[in-house]
């Protein structure tokens, strides 16, 4: 059975913190608020933890989880290759709802799932989360949920989908303030590109990095292929509008073009 623990009550959160962090360091599951949503955390170097996870939330290594960290610094030992405005992105938006695809450090000894080289690293702006991200280092964070059905906004919530056998520990941190995910922005690229359209609007994103092109969706009405002339100037069309919630994740396809972080946990935080 889990053990839930009141993160309103500071020694109730304390001791929540010690024990959620003692089960990722034995491979186990834990659920914790973000500023986005909950998620189901997991041992990111620990690749039974990991296939646990997905298991928990009933899907495949072709949708690998992102990675939290505590601190940029934590982030940068992940990253093999920031791009241009990587650094810039990170001092404007972290802590916060901004996932950063990049180019994974080629010598990590994990297992995210079929990734293709990359990794999907946020810091969350919530103190729950970074006081355990503080104490187990990088953890893989999905969304509370099972995949395909609504991400959790209360802990609650996250109980009645997950239950009490996969998660060892869930940390009560009180409903969340948004139920709209981070913006998920591929670094990969000479161009930075939005592949979800989240918390941070893409004029924001603009206002860091100049040129940014917006989330490409899928639709019947959508050509097979565009011109260099109608994809380059990211300015010439305006971003697709952020869903209203986390619910770009239900049944949404990945852009055209995603690797597997990439289009890692549509429905997550």
């Known amino acids: 059975m889990s053990r839930i623990y009141d993160c309103a009550d500071e020694t109730a959160r304390k001791d929540g913190i010690a024990d959620a962090a003692s089960a990722v360091r034995r491979g186990e599951l834990v659920v914790l608020p973000t500023d986005t949503v909950y998620g189901i955390g997991a041992d990111a170097f620990s690749p039974k933890a990991v296939a646990d996870l997905l298991a928990a939330k009933g899907r ?108 060892a520990v869930y940390l009560d941190g009180g409903a969340t303030e948004s139920s709209v995910p981070s913006t998920i922005v591929d670094l990969t690229y000479a161009v930075p590109r939005v592949l979800r359209s989240g918390a941070i609007p893409i004029e924001k994103l603009r206002e860091v990095c100049g040129t940014v092109i917006g989330e490409l969706r899928k639709g019947p009405d959508r050509p097979k292929a565009r011109s260099a002339e109608e994809t380059a100037p990211a300015e010439a069309a305006p971003a697709a509008e952020a869903p209203a919630a986390d619910t770009p994740a239900t049944g949404a396809e990945p852009a055209t073009g995603e690797t597997g972080s990439e289009a890692a946990d549509r429905d997550r935080d």
């Open 60 to 167: 495949g290594r072709e949708m690998p989880p992102p990675v939290l960290v505590g601190s940029t610094r934590a982030a940068m030992a992940l990253v093999d290759d920031l791009g241009r405005f990587g650094r810039d992105l990170m001092d404007e938006f972290w802590p916060g709802p901004l996932t950063l695809v990049c180019a994974a450090t080629p010598s990590l000894s994990w297992d995210l799932g079929d990734t293709k080289g990359t990794v999907a690293v946020r810091m969350p702006m919530d103190p729950v989360a970074l006081d355990l991200l503080k104490e187990t280092g990088p953890m893989a964070v999905s969304s509370a949920n099972r995949s395909g059905s609504p991400a959790a906004t209360t802990a609650v919530e996250a109980i009645e989908q997950l239950g009490e056998e996969a998660v």
